[in-house]
């Protein structure tokens, strides 16, 4: 079993570092990767502006809830790039191999791991340069970066599954659309008590304000009314569920979808 791992580890740091040598060759891809949630960080905070029903810095209550809608952003390159490995036929290569079948879906999802924890560095820089700041501990800031790149590893699988059924890049577009809706319903720019009831009440159950809301309460920032429903009042324990049960649906459907492409 010790071997197994082993090898099944080995082979997925290696295409790991494949992935990581398509960054050398494509650096633009990445820059972008890097601006994109800055640029919408630096558009939401100076051009659009205050909130609705946020009392005092705008800011302090954006920046969380920014970093919780990045974790949804750069998934359709990730979807593109698993498709177009299927259609060119590099995953027929890699499996003639004799090499662990997880191991191309495991070094795409850790090399994109890595380009989202360093986004998120560059997004905590770029917050702290703009006035926000974090008020409580350092273990409570460390605790809130594991709840956003545990909801990116969660979008991550769910955005491979639904790359390999797409089957194709031209499709992966149509695919995104449907995320863009659940990421900007949420509470990253606005109290759901500023929203109709039925609205509000969606907002506070989306895995992403779950996430949003816990982790403005571990770097102490304040903005809105404190909401007394039971999604609000548990948000830490749901910013936990949430992206499990998205990995435990969406993981064994991506493993079992991989297998079934090489019968």
Sequence with gaps: MSTSLSWAVADSWTLTRRELAHWVRQPVQVVVGLVFPVMMLLMFGYLIGGGSGIEGDYREYLVPGMFALTMAFGLDATMVAVTQDLNKG?????????????????????????????????????????????????????????????????????????????GRPELVAIVQILVWPVSFLSNAFAVPESMPGWLGATVEWNPMSATATAIRELFGNKGGAASTSWAAEHAELLAVAWPLALVGVFFPLAVRRFAALSK
């Design 90 to 166: 590099v995953i027929d290569r890699f499996r003639s191999m004799p090499m662990a079948s997880g191991a191309v879906l495991v070094g795409r999802a850790a090399a994109d791991m890595l380009q989202s924890a360093i986004s998120l560095v560059v997004l905590v820089g770029v917050g702290l340069a703009v006035g926000w700041t974090w008020h409580g501990s350092f273990a409570a800031f460390l605790g809130a970066l594991g709840l956003l790149l545990l909801l990116r590893f969660a979008m991550l699988w769910m955005g491979i599954h639904l790359a390999m059924v797409a």
